[in-house]
C-alpha cells in the first residue's frame, strides 16, 4: 500500500515541477511570446514542405519569368534572381538553421560542461591546469575568426560550419561551469556526499550540475541567436551554406546586389534571422525566472 | 586503552599552509570519548573546534597525530582510503542547514543517496522503507519526503541532516553547531530530539558549540578550545560549578542568561577584554597570554602542560600546578 | 508625565508578492521615552526589523504602510515627512546599527573616509551651520577621537584600514561609532553581537551600556535571544507574527511572563544552571493568509474557540503589564485603551 501511494506521489511530484517552472515563466509576457514565436518558427521548419507555397523553390529550381517580382499576393516575400520563391526558402532555411542550433548547442554545451565540471572539481591540479589553459588559449581568439579559419581549412560547407562553432565556442561553457563548481564545491552537502562515498560521477553530475542549470540554459537561449547569426555570417563570406542551398545568410549575401531597387531578396530573410533571434532572446528572460526558488 | 573507548584523540594537529604562513588550526589535541556520553567542545570562533570535527570525518586528514577508533582502528585517513564500514559509522551533521541540503534535490533524494552509495537495500521499495523509518525517528511526516530544501524551515532542514546522519547505523555522530542558526523554540525541538535518539540508540555524540547554557543541557562531558589547544576538560556539573582556566570563567561570565538563579553562576573576578589573535604564526608561550587577566611571568615563555586538579577534570595553566 | 520620544501607532506593514499582498505588521503600538532603553523580542520572521525599517523608513520599494499608520517622532509624523526632513532625522536624530558589520560598512572604503563622509554630512543638516568653508580640516581628530570613544585600539591605524582588515567584534565597534558621530536622541540595535563570539559581545554590550549612559540616549534593542534583552533593556515588548503580544517591565517579564509565546520562549531558552524545556510546535504563519483571529493561536495549547475568531485586544495585567491574550478577558483584566 505504502508503494503504491509513494510511486503515485513520485509522479505528481515531477508534475508538480513542471507546473510550478512554468508558473514562474509564464509571469514574465515577454518570455511567453518568445516561447511561442519559437513555438512557430519550430512548425514551420518541421513542415516547411507542406505549408510553403512553393517547395521547390529550396532546390535547383530557374523561372525567370517570375525573377525578381516584388512582394505580391501569391509570393509574399517576392522572388529572388532565380525565380525562387523568397518565402519558402526562407521557411527552408529556418529549418537549416535550427537544425544548425540544435547540433551545436548540444555538442558545444556538453563537452563544454563536462570539462568545466572536471576543471572546477578537480581544482588546484594539474586537470585544472590543462582544461582551462586549453580554453584561455581557445578564447582568446575571437569566435568568428576561428570559425572563418577553420572553415577555410576544410571543405565549406554546413558541416564544417557547425564544427567550427563548436570549437571556438565550448571554452565559454568550461568556464561558466568552473566557476560554478568551484563556489559550489565547497558547500555543505557537497562534503556530505563526499564523506557518504558517492562516486566522482555521482557527485558531478547529480549533486553539482543540477544548480548550475540555470546560468547554463540561459547562455544557451543567447548563444541560439548567436549561433543563427555567425552561421549566416559564415555562409554571408561563402565559407558556409553552398548554392542552391537556401541558407538564411547566404540568402542575405546572394541578395545584396539587389539592394536598393530589389529589397525584398536581401532584408526578407534578415528579418527572419532578426525575428527568430529575438524569440531565442525572450526565451532567455523566462528561463532565468523559472528556476528562481520560493521562499520556504 | 580502554575497550570503552569509542574514540581516543593523540595529539592531533591539523595546519594550513597558506601565502602568509601557517595556520595552526588544531594544535596538539588529546581527548577521549566514552560509548553513550556526548562529549562536548565549546569554543569561539577561531578556536579549531569546527577542524576537529572535519579531520574525525575525514574531510581534512590530521597533519600530524592518532586517532584510534573503537580501540582498533587508526582512522587518520582521507574519507577517499576509509573503509565503507567506517564511513557509515561516523556521520556529521553541519552548522548551516541552509548549505547541507542540495537545494536540487528532494528531501526523499537526499535520504536515499547514501544508502544507494553503500548499496543498503536492493529494492526500491526497501530503501523507501527506511526513509519513512528514519523520517518518523526525527518527528518528521512522510509528507516531507517530496519537498525540497527551500520549502521546509531552518529547523526542519536540520531535522533531515540528522536523519541523513541516521539512516546509516552510524555509532558515532559529530554535531557541529547544529542548532546556531535557528530560533530558541525550534533548537529547543531538534536539541530533544537528538537526546531521544541516542537513549534509544546508545549512540555517541560529540557536540560542538559556542552556546555555554546549551552545552549545559546537553553535554556528559566538556572540553574548553582557545587557539587550536584544549585549556580544561571536565565533567558538565563540574566544569560550571568550579571553572578553573581563565579563558573557562571568562567565556562563562560573558553568556547572558534569562535568570538570577543563572546570574549566581557566573564567575565575577574576570571580564572579556581584547580578541582571539590570529592563528597564523602563533605566538610562543601560552595561547591566551594577549587577554589573561591572571598572567605570570612563566606565561609568556612557556607553553603549560596538563594538570589533573580532580578524578576527570583537567586544566592547562601555569596557575595550576600538581 | 513627559511627552514620548518616539510613539508608533497603529502600524500595518504589508508586501506586495507574486501571490497576494503579506500583511507582516498588523497593529503595532510601540511607546518610548527619552533616555529609556527598550527591547523587541522575537523570532526570525516576526517583523521586528520591519518595525525599526519603518521608523528610519528604509522599507523595500514593495512595501505598503496605511494611511491610518503614524510613527510620531518628537510629535512629528515620521511617515508624512518629506525627504529633507527624513535626512535630516536620519542624520541627527535617529541612527541604526545593523546586525551584520560586515555588510553594513562599504568595503572598498577606508574606515576614516566614511567617518568623515557621515560628519560632513551631519553637519550639513544642523541647525547652525556655519557655513562650508569652514568644514575642511577639523575632521580627523574629532574622527580619531570618536574611535577612541568605542575603545578601539590604536585609532590612528583604524583610521587608515579598510573594513577586510578588521575582525567582526571591531567592525561593530566602527558602526556604533558611526552611529555616534553626533548626538543622537534614538539609537536602534539590530541584533547587535548575533554573529559576534560571546566574549566580544559581552565587550559590546558594556560599551553600549556605557554609551548611553553617558549620552542618555533612547535605545531600542532588538534580538531574538532573551539574554541579551534582559541584559540591556528597561521594557521588553514581545513581538510574535507582527504583532505584539507582551508588554512589561524586564524585572517583570522574566519573573512572570504571562502570554503562551513568551512562557514558551522563556522556557525554552536553555538554562545555564541546567534546565531545557520543550520548544514550541509550529512556525510562523504564512503573511499572505495569515491565521483569522489570534495569530499564535495554531501553535498555542491554551487555545479557546475565540482564539480564531476575533483578533485579541490589549489587556491590562497591572500598570506597566500589558498582554494580548484572550486568557486574561475572563481573569478580569481591563482592555488597554492607548
Redesign the interface.
Request: hydrophobic residues 35%; contains cysteine.
Given at each position: 500500500m505504502?508503494?503504491n501511494m509513494?510511486i503515485q506521489?513520485?509522479k505528481s511530484?515531477k508534475w508538480d515541477d513542471a507546473k510550478r517552472g512554468w508558473y514562474n515563466y509564464s509571469r514574465n509576457f515577454i518570455s511567453v511570446m518568445g516561447l511561442v514565436g519559437i513555438l512557430i518558427i519550430v512548425f514551420i521548419a518541421i513542415f516547411a514542405n507542406y505549408i510553403s507555397p512553393s517547395p521547390e523553390s529550396a532546390a535547383v529550381y530557374v523561372n525567370f519569368d517570375e525573377a525578381l517580382q516584388p512582394p505580391s499576393l501569391s509570393h509574399i516575400c517576392g522572388t529572388d534572381e532565380m525565380g525562387r520563391d523568397v518565402l519558402s526558402r526562407i521557411f527552408f532555411g529556418l529549418r537549416i538553421s535550427l537544425y544548425m542550433v540544435v547540433i551545436v548547442l548540444s555538442l558545444m554545451a556538453s563537452f563544454g560542461i563536462v570539462m568545466g565540471l572536471i576543471a572546477g572539481y578537480f581544482n588546484n591540479s594539474y586537470i585544472e591546469t590543462i582544461i582551462m589553459r586549453i580554453a584561455d588559449m581557445l578564447l582568446a581568439i575571437p569566435g568568428l575568426l576561428l570559425a572563418l579559419v577553420i572553415c577555410s581549412l576544410l571543405t565549406p560547407n554546413i558541416t564544417t560550419a557547425m564544427m567550427a562553432m563548436t570549437v571556438a565556442w565550448w571554452p565559454w561553457y568550461c568556464r561558466i561551469v568552473y566557476g560554478l563548481t568551484t563556489s559550489i564545491k565547497g558547500?555543505?552537502?557537497i562534503?556530505?556526499?563526499?564523506?557518504?562515498?558517492?562516486?566522482y560521477t555521482?557527485i558531478l553530475f547529480k549533486?553539482i550540475l543540477?544548480?548550475c542549470?540555470s546560468p547554463i540554459l540561459t547562455k544557451m537561449t543567447l548563444d541560439a541567436g548567436l549561433i543563427i547569426l555567425t552561421g549566416a555570417s559564415i555562409s554571408f563570406i561563402g565559407l558556409g551554406a553552398q548554392p542552391p542551398t537556401p541558407e538564411l545568410g547566404s540568402m542575405v549575401s546572394s541578395g545584396v546586389k539587389f539592394l536598393p531597387e530589389h529589397w525584398w531578396v536581401s532584408l526578407s530573410p534578415a528579418f527572419a534571422i532578426v525575428i527568430v533571434i529575438m524569440c531565442f532572446n525572450f526565451i532567455g528572460d523566462g528561463i532565468a525566472s523559472m528556476f528562481e526558488?520560493?521562499?520556504? | 586503552m580502554k575497550t570503552d573507548d569509542v574514540l581516543t584523540v593523540d595529539c592531533l594537529k591539523k595546519y594550513f599552509i597558506i601565502p602568509q604562513g601557517t595556520v595552526k588550526a588544531v594544535n596538539g589535541i588529546s581527548f577521549f570519548v566514552k560509548r553513550g556520553e556526548t562529549f562536548g567542545i565549546v569554543g569561539?570562533?577561531g578556536s579549531g573546534k569546527s577542524t576537529v570535527a572535519y579531520v574525525l570525518?575525514?574531510?581534512y586528514r590530521a597533519t600530524e597525530g592518532n586517532i584510534i577508533y573503537k580501540g582498533k582502528y587508526d582512522i587518520n585517513k582521507n574519507?577517499?582510503k576509509r573503509s565503507?564500514k567506517l564511513?557509515r559509522d561516523i556521520?556529521?551533521v553541519?552548522?548551516?542547514p541552509g548549505?547541507?541540503?542540495?537545494?536540487?534535490?528532494?528531501i526523499?533524494e537526499?535520504l536515499e543517496?547514501?544508502l544507494k552509495?553503500?548499496n543498503i537495500g536492493k529494492k526500491k521499495?526497501d530503501r523507501?522503507?527506511k526513509i519513512?523509518e528514519v523520517l518518523e525517528m526525527v518527528g518528521l511526516s512522510t509528507g516531507y519526503?517530496?519537498k525540497?530544501?527551500?520549502?521546509?524551515?531552518?529547523?526542519e532542514k536540520q531535522l533531515v541532516?540528522i536523519a541523513?546522519a541516521l539512516i546509516?547505523d552510524p555509532s558515532l555522530i559529530l554535531l557541529d553547531e547544529p542548532t546556531s542558526s535557528l530560533?530558541?523554540?525550534?533548537?529547543?525541538?531538534?536539541?530533544?530530539c537528538l537526546i531521544q535518539i541516542q537513549k534509544k540508540f546508545n549512540l555517541t555524540y560529540i557536540f560542538i558549540t559556542?552556546?555555554?547554557?546549551?552545552m549545559?543541557?546537553?553535554a556528559s562531558r566538556i572540553a574548553i578550545m582557545y587557539l587550536g589547544k584544549i585549556c580544561e576538560v571536565a565533567q558538565s556539573?563540574e566544569f560550571?560549578d568550579n571553572p578553573l582556566h581563565p579563558y573557562t570563567r571568562?567565556?562563562?561570565?560573558?553568556?547572558?542568561?534569562?535568570?538570577e538563579?543563572?546570574e549566581k553562576?557566573?564567575p565575577k573576578d574576570i571580564?572579556?577584554?581584547g580578541?582571539?589573535p590570529s592563528p597564523i604564526n602563533v605566538p610562543l608561550g601560552c595561547g591566551f597570554y594577549s587577554r589573561c587577566p591572571k598572567i605570570i611571568e612563566i606565561c609568556k615563555r612557556e607553553d603549560p602542560s596538563f594538570v589533573e586538579i580532580k578524578k576527570g577534570h583537567i586544566v592547562r595553566c601555569h596557575l595550576f600546578k600538581k | 508625565m513627559s511627552k514620548e520620544l518616539l510613539e508608533i501607532r497603529d502600524l500595518h506593514v504589508g508586501f506586495k508578492v507574486f501571490n497576494g499582498i503579506a500583511k507582516v505588521i498588523d497593529g503595532v503600538n510601540i511607546k518610548l521615552w527619552p533616555s529609556e532603553k527598550i527591547g523587541i523580542v522575537g523570532?526570525?520572521g516576526c517583523g521586528k526589523t520591519t518595525t525599526v525599517k519603518a521608523i528610519m523608513r528604509i522599507l523595500s520599494r514593495n512595501s505598503l504602510i496605511t494611511h491610518e499608520s503614524k510613527i510620531l517622532f518628537e510629535g512629528k509624523n515620521i511617515l508624512k515627512m518629506n525627504n529633507s526632513e527624513i535626512q535630516k532625522i536620519r542624520s541627527n536624530k535617529i541612527a541604526m546599527v545593523f546586525e551584520d558589520p560586515t555588510s553594513s560598512i562599504n568595503p572598498v572604503f577606508n574606515i576614516g573616509t566614511q567617518l568623515k563622509d557621515i560628519y560632513k554630512y551631519s553637519l550639513s543638516y544642523e541647525e547652525n551651520n556655519p557655513g562650508k568653508k569652514e568644514l575642511k580640516d577639523d575632521f580627523k581628530p574629532k574622527v580619531i577621537q570618536i574611535l577612541k570613544n568605542v575603545y578601539l585600539p590604536d585609532p590612528k591605524r583604524i583610521y587608515q584600514s579598510y573594513p577586510i582588515q578588521l575582525?567582526g567584534?571591531?567592525l561593530q565597534r566602527v558602526s556604533i561609532a558611526m552611529a555616534l558621530i553626533n548626538k543622537k536622541k534614538l539609537l536602534i540595535f539590530d541584533e547587535p553581537g548575533t554573529s559576534l563570539?560571546?566574549?566580544?559581545?559581552?565587550?559590546i554590550?558594556?560599551l553600549i551600556t556605557k554609551v548611553i549612559s553617558e549620552e542618555k540616549t533612547s535605545i531600542i534593542l532588538i534580538s531574538?535571544?532573551?539574554?541579551?534583552i534582559?541584559?540591556i533593556a528597561e521594557r521588553v515588548y514581545v513581538m510574535y507574527a507582527g504583532r505584539i503580544v507582551e508588554v512589561a517591565k524586564t524585572k517583570e517579564f522574566?519573573d512572570n511572563p504571562v502570554h503562551p509565546y513568551s512562557k514558551?520562549?522563556?522556557?525554552?531558552?536553555?538554562?545555564?544552571?541546567?534546565?531545557?524545556?520543550?520548544?514550541?510546535?509550529g512556525?510562523i504563519p504564512d503573511y499572505t493568509n495569515p491565521p483569522k483571529g489570534c495569530r499564535f493561536h495554531p501553535r498555542c495549547k491554551y487555545r479557546m474557540p475565540i482564539c480564531s475568531e476575533k483578533k485579541p485586544p490589549l489587556f491590562n495585567i497591572d500598570d506597566s503589564h500589558q498582554v494580548t491574550c484572550f486568557l486574561f478577558q475572563n481573569k478580569g483584566a481591563t482592555i488597554n485603551e492607548n
Open positions: 505504502l508503494k509513494n506521489r513520485e511530484k558547500e555543505a552537502y562534503w556530505s556526499a563526499e564523506v557518504s562515498g558517492a562516486s555521482h549533486e543540477p544548480n542549470l526558488k520560493g521562499e520556504g | 569561539e570562533s570525518s575525514g574531510i574519507f577517499k565503507s564511513k556521520q556529521i553541519f552548522q548551516n548549505s547541507s541540503l542540495n537545494p536540487s534535490k528532494r526523499k537526499i543517496n547514501p552509495c553503500h521499495n523507501e522503507e519513512v519526503m517530496y525540497y530544501p527551500w520549502m521546509i524551515g531552518g529547523g541532516a541523513r546509516l530560533d530558541v523554540s525550534v533548537q529547543a525541538k531538534v536539541i530533544n559556542h552556546d555555554l547554557s546549551l549545559r543541557n546537553v556539573s560550571f571568562m567565556l562563562i561570565s560573558s553568556v547572558m542568561v534569562v535568570s538563579e543563572e553562576l557566573k571580564t572579556s577584554i580578541e582571539i | 523570532e526570525t575582525s567584534g571591531m563570539d560571546v566574549t566580544i559581545k559581552d565587550q554590550f558594556r531574538h535571544n532573551l539574554g541579551d534582559r541584559h522574566f514558551g520562549l522563556l522556557l525554552a531558552t536553555p538554562k545555564l544552571s541546567g534546565g531545557l524545556g520543550e520548544g514550541i510546535s512556525h
